[in-house]
């Protein structure tokens, strides 16, 4: 089976254009093969020769390559701040590659809307947005089993995401990723939030199928901080249900601490990531507790198709962001006609862009105004 | 050693009466003489049988008999619903009898200030306010690190309490907690607020030494409902900390899940009531993690006075209330001039009775008022 | 109702006594009225003193006096050092006096069968061995779901129970309670065998209902230790299942460390003490998880009737001794006529007694004989 | 950087060839290019082509075809069953390949030894054995604390590996990996303690540093099957500290429960494969808990090296046996000559493909022998 071809944009510098290599890289199925990972030609080079691939100082000129028939390529990850993924987005898409983008999706709502609608145009080039905890195979066995009645109707969602290293003003002293992620000028109108409320965000509608109709924020910042570290939210659901959203990035010791409890009407179900491996299901008297690649009468073929390993054995944070590269990767493989092509979990994509970008508005402008309640 | 006697106000019908019966009767230091068990002079006496008691139909009567030295009584315990708990504290303050008072103290702030009023002019009568978490072990030491600077400034508090038994409308099924519990005429102004949300207040209050300034809440309630069953309030600490405190009675599977996290500029301390024999520590790097009667060099003698048996076999709930019982306890003997009486720990009494009554009528007002900022 | 009266013999000077006190008082349905506390006279009365009971240094007084219609009394509770156990109770026996008794139940086998045969022939005098942890509600239930089938043939089960506090040769610190449990003329032939290795057995074979046919052992202590302190034990059970025991003193940091694993031909039961409220069942898929006063339909009556406080809050170890004290007082109450008493739990008693002894000696001679399996 | 390249033997039916494949590619470092996937020719064909790799029905023409400069490799995975493991890792080696081993290493002790002789000669060709547990990072912080002196003198070790697979007859079911598994013929004279008692034991003599003198065990199998599924050991370490060592292949609902509980005479240290991210260090009277890319002081660099992620996103069993390669890995660039190569761990080798061998005949014979302790 030939391996899928990725191109990446930005990576070269922080941590997390390696773990999305490693994350394409591990099923052996695609591979980096070119990078515009850095802007400095020289760091560019460096990043490229380490990495084994073609580099580019310039994202455009890789795009133009492929374009040209002198590059293969099936698709681009995008890992570069905020504020560049647009303008980055809309290129790849207009030159019909398609996009794993980094989140938050955009710098602003304005941004969201236009790849939107350009994204819906193209639709020989799918968009995913790296949503990664949703890749998990616990979190989408919530989905099913929410899907399938398990919980009756949902009547509050609880759902967080606790981090602890901003609890010092890391990014007066040299750090290159609290420096970007404090930064209004490249993370945007939210620094907690952006970062990881529009994860615990996701998380919960994503898995509940809700949409959000409005929202009360309160969002703090460490004094000598320009962005909020600490993002509360109450929120009201598409059904009615209450939303109890909090993350937070000076909750010293918390590493990645997200997860959600969700309350029906017949029950409950909730998941933490940093238990990844099980979701526990809670009627009134017992716990059941499902486990990673253990299935029961009530998995889905979808689900079981994204395990790797046997049980009890996890597969953990690498595996959940490979499995977002496996949904496009079928995606991809499909619309190019192969044959056997598993099918695609439905994953987030430009409507979970645009959904985060407007809750962060809502809840930055809550917040300004004292509580109030504003509709999304 | 003579045993303290106690009379009790309340507790026939429902379970907590014989919760506190069993709490003040495990040591051996203090037992149940007399009780004012129920209203209805049969049942009281059928109660008062079955606990090999004297009983009173009515409380006024018991106390009159101990006036009049018919009856030997060192202090009473309240258990009716929250409607009748001022008239009763009021009445046994006012004869010089200690109480130890189920909460929420009062039906009404009014009568909450008058009560406090009252104690405070009946300095040989101490109140205490059985708000039963404060006395695990555990959560003491929680709040002597916290005064030995161990998590430094505070910054975070979130404090929760999740219940499921009143997922379904049970007042309508003739369930007698149920229907007390969500009547307002019995409750007061909040239920789920007023029952459990007052505790996941007290708890982080408390151990954290900290006032509440103002708050912003959600409350909602099943349809059909008459109070709130599911409570959510952020609110402002007076050192300008910011305080997530959630709580609900919908919550499927939850029993009595509360606890709180507190992050601090130095590190975090979390406790969940449902594994109170631990209490957690976090620096950025590792957990620590203490545990009920295993002692370190940063325990004070008076927590480990509270100990009853060796680490490892766990003393949980009716331990915890009878440490309340304890404080009360060492208090009455110490103002009998008994000798060698160990210290009482500062538990909760009559002044966290008042602003569990402020906390619920800022909630209430906020809620109504569209998550509206109300200071206490 | 009126309480059940209860005599101790010992439990002055150790930790134990005052445990079964409080087990014994914590329902208000049962008190300690007399104590031959202490063999030594001053000592004996200062403890009744603090205890408020009356004391006996010699407990055949404290037995005379009951015979001669001087002292009332239900039952005696022996909280001796091992060596004095069969006497004692013998005597207790003699006169008609029902036992709760420390265990090991004896010093030596033939005192074990000595004790037994005594007790056969007086029915009217129930004896009870109090290996606490069988009094678990979760325990009970266990053993309930084995005898429902629940996990089918029982083919493999281990047990276990680790110490840290003998780690150090404490003995030579002056620590009382160390000296005696090392010393072999105080506590038998085996010391970490004979104070947790007979719980792990114990806990085992009464919760599955099986035998044990035969053992092989390896024993070690420390250098300059005279009994051992790490005991292991594998067993061939009655059906042909493997046994596998651990129990060591010496493995710091465990305090209460024990449980089992059941592994059953239809599922797995497991249940760990230091989380005494949870019971686990394990098919091939999932894991169900029971709680404590959380009643299923498979929960029969009589585990549901030694619940005492609403699920989520625990009842743990002080409760689960004091289970073991209401299955003696409902078998006395119901031995005196009394109506309406709740039906006793099968809980341990002359023969589990036995067993004990049988073990400890199988599993010290096979150690000698270096691991040779010995028939017990 | 160049990727090395990887050939493999075996692997293309069984499940765990792909698991090798995956832990290859992840760091985008290593590719597996050729592959003798399987036996039958055609089979071979339609694995290699899934696989993207030069497919190779007899192992033999692969390394001929490297030898004669035909086929770039670097290093060989072997991934058969045991019985074929030895001649195949002697002719890489005879021919100068570098190898990562599955386990147990061979068939017969003697084949071990052999292997052995000739892996000493080729020091160009290192030789790596895959116990994959060794390779998570707590495992590695646990033998450097230990190293570190951190729990002194280890005193007894508790090693666990609990599995439930084959609680039913699989075998006789046409399931291919029980058929293979509980066939002496293909697998020796062990089948749970070949398959996974032998990873329980090097997981506790890799991590304490210990050797093992003597064995006493209790092997049996369900009634039908040809070799042990339950495997139980006694064992006495070099330093006569006491091991106890126990896998299963019948416990309902256990994975892959392995793990080890390590006591020494100032601390425990305790790690569980299924939580592998933590690490326990327990003093007398509080736990510590490390985590996996959170370092402390005591982290050496070298185990920092095999960090991928930020913690609180856990590196699982794919990077475990990813980090097994990758220590072969840079013993073959250093070998090579590369420049700034980091360096390598020390994992398994040969030498503990010997101790296993060993072990699995002594425990055998002990068994048959009725306890008796046999010498390694």
């Not at 760091?43 to 133009?64: N, Q, S, T």
């Not at 983008?101 to 236009?114: G, H, I, N, S």
């Not at 404090?182 to 615990?200: E, F, L, Q, R, V």
Request: with cysteine; charged share 20%.
């Amino acid at each position: 089976m030939r391996k899928l071809k990725v191109g990446m944009i930005g990576g070269g510098g922080g941590f997390f254009g390696k773990v999305h290599h490693r994350a394409i890289s591990l099923d052996a199925t695609r591979e980096v093969v070119a990078g515009a990972l850095h802007q400095d030609p020289a760091l560019c080079e460096k990043f490229a020769d380490e990495w084994g691939v073609v580099g580019y100082p310039d994202y455009k000129a890789m795009i133009a390559d492929w374009k040209a028939g002198n590059l293969d390529l099936d698709y681009v990850t995008i890992v570069t701040p905020n504020f560049l993924h647009a303008e980055q987005a809309m290129a790849c898409l207009a030159a019909g590659l398609p996009v794993m983008c980094e989140k938050p999706m955009c710098y602003t709502l304005k941004e969201a809307t236009d790849l939107k609608a350009l994204a819906k145009r193209k639709k020989n080039a799918p968009f995913a947005l790296s949503h990664t905890y949703t890749g998990h195979q616990m979190m989408m066995l919530a989905r099913e089993l929410i899907k399938q009645g398990k919980i009756g109707d949902v009547r509050k969602v609880e759902t967080y995401y606790n981090q602890g290293w901003l609890a010092t003003l890391l990014e007066k002293e040299g750090n290159q990723q609290a420096s970007w992620r404090t930064n209004p000028k490249m993370s945007g109108i939210s620094g907690c939030g952006g970062d990881i409320g529009t994860h615990a965000l996701i998380n919960a509608l994503w898995t509940t199928g809700l949409g959000l109709k409005k929202v009360s924020a309160k969002l703090t910042a460490l004094p000598g901080r320009k962005l909020d570290d600490d993002f509360n939210v109450f929120g009201e659901l598409s059904n009615g249900a209450t939303l109890v959203l909090t993350s937070t990035q000076i909750a010293i010791g918390h590493k990645n601490d997200n997860g959600f409890r969700i309350y029906g009407s017949k029950g409950s179900i909730e998941w933490a990531q940093e238990q990844a491996e099980e979701l526990h299901f809670l009627d009134g008297a017992t716990r059941v507790t499902y486990f990673q690649n253990s299935f029961t009468a009530e998995t889905p073929d979808i689900v079981k198709s994204y395990g790797r390993i046997p049980s009890g054995h996890h597969e953990d944070f690498l595996e959940a962001l490979g499995n977002l590269h496996t949904s496009l990767e079928r995606k991809i493989r499909a619309l190019k006609g192969e044959k056997g092509v598993a099918q695609a979990y439905d994953h987030p994509g430009i409507d979970e862009g645009v959904l985060g970008m407007k809750f962060l508005g809502a809840a930055v402008t809550s917040s300004k105004k004292k509580g109030a309640w504003v509709t999304l």
